[in-house]
């Protein structure tokens, strides 16, 4: 599809973001099996729960719209997903290091998700439905609550891998100025 409006280019990232949750949808139990740790299983499998919400809420948005969901492949969710993938296929990878990478890997799923909605929220505001914008806003906030959780369980994760994670790193942490 061609975006030559506004209205286009919702409906367009709206089915990005359908066929990101539902790709989601069937990647989730893999993860939930290939994790070692009981808390992150049950972490996992209540996102499942959500994301099949997140889903069902977008349907919601399409047929008030009067379109269809199903229209674009989320070319980006499937490289995240891979990646995962490759994740969980590792055998040779300890289960606690395992745990800590499907950890990251399920925060960049977040990330791209929370860039998502956003825009779509905004679309919605724009082109003056309410009730999309409040659905998309209301998934959303537990996208962001997602991340905020996923934030705290890397940490835990980390700490038997030897990982000081007792203050924030900076900007500065990051930043190597040539010395002469």
């Known amino acids: ?18 066929s990101a949750e539902n790709q989601l949808i069937k990647a989730l139990p893999k993860m939930v099996e290939a994790a070692s ?9 209540e996102h499942l729960e959500k994301t099949k919400q997140h889903a069902a809420r977008l349907e919601k948005i399409f047929d008030r719209i009067g379109e269809d969901p199903k ?12 990646e995962a993938s490759e994740v969980i296929e590792d055998d040779e990878m300890e289960e606690e290091v395992k745990d800590a990478a499907m950890i990251a890997a ?14 779509v929220r905004t679309y919605a505001t724009l082109l003056g439905d309410r009730e999309a914008a409040a659905l998309l806003e ?26 000081d994670l007792s203050r924030q790193p900076s900007a500065a942490d990051h930043l190597s100025w040539p010395t002469r």
């Open 106 to 119: 399920a925060q960049r799923v977040e990330h791209y998700e929370i860039a998502g909605y956003g825009c």
């Open 71 to 82: 229209g674009k492949k989320c070319k980006g969710m499937e490289g995240l997903i891979k």
């Open 138 to 163: 209301q998934t959303l906030e537990e996208e962001k609550e997602a991340d905020e959780t996923l934030k705290s369980k890397y940490r835990a994760a980390a700490r038997p891998l030897g990982a």
């Open 37 to 45: 740790s009981d808390e992150l299983r049950t972490s996992i499998e």
């Open 1 to 18: 599809m061609k975006s030559s409006s506004l209205k286009d280019l919702y409906v367009e990232q709206l089915q990005d973001l359908y």
